[in-house]
Structure formats: structure tokens, C-alpha cells
């Protein structure tokens, strides 16, 4: 049986930051460097989801992540 992925906004947020905190991926780099990191099967669904909500692949990530929040040290 064939397990699809719903991809929102949030949780493409959710993977591109844990990617950055990990240090594999740059906040500077391009949104589409997240294909690398999604299976080329659910690619296109994130594509759609993106351009549902106004990004455009070349967008960098730290667009997709500007609603980062700070804690104070």
C-alpha cells in the first residue's frame, strides 16, 4: 500500500530547519537545495505547496524559515 505524504508549509519549515540546525544546508542557499533532502517522488507536492503559498525555488531559505523565533539569552 502506497503511503503519501502531506507536505505543508509547516512541515517543509519544519524539515528545511532541522537541515539548517544541522549544519547540512546554508540559510543562504536556494529553497530548491531541499530536493536533495525530499524524495524525488514527493517533490512535486512540495513544489505545489510552495507556489500555493508565494515562494519561488530560487527564494532563499532563510525566506522560508523569516519567521524564526529568538529566545533571549
Not at 530547519?17 to 524524495?39: A, F, N
Not at 514527493?42 to 531559505?61: A, G, H, K, T
Request: hydrophobic share 40%; charged share 35%.
Amino acid at each position: 500500500m502506497l503511503t503519501l505524504v502531506r507536505y505543508s508549509l509547516d512541515v517543509i519549515r519544519h524539515e528545511a530547519r532541522q537541515l539548517v540546525d544541522k549544519g547540512i544546508i546554508s540559510r543562504q542557499q536556494p529553497i530548491y537545495t531541499l530536493c536533495r533532502y525530499i524524495p524525488a517522488s514527493e517533490w512535486l507536492e512540495v513544489e505545489r505547496e510552495l507556489e500555493l503559498n508565494e515562494f519561488l525555488l530560487r527564494d532563499r531559505i532563510i525566506d522560508l524559515l523569516a519567521q524564526e523565533e529568538w529566545s533571549d539569552d
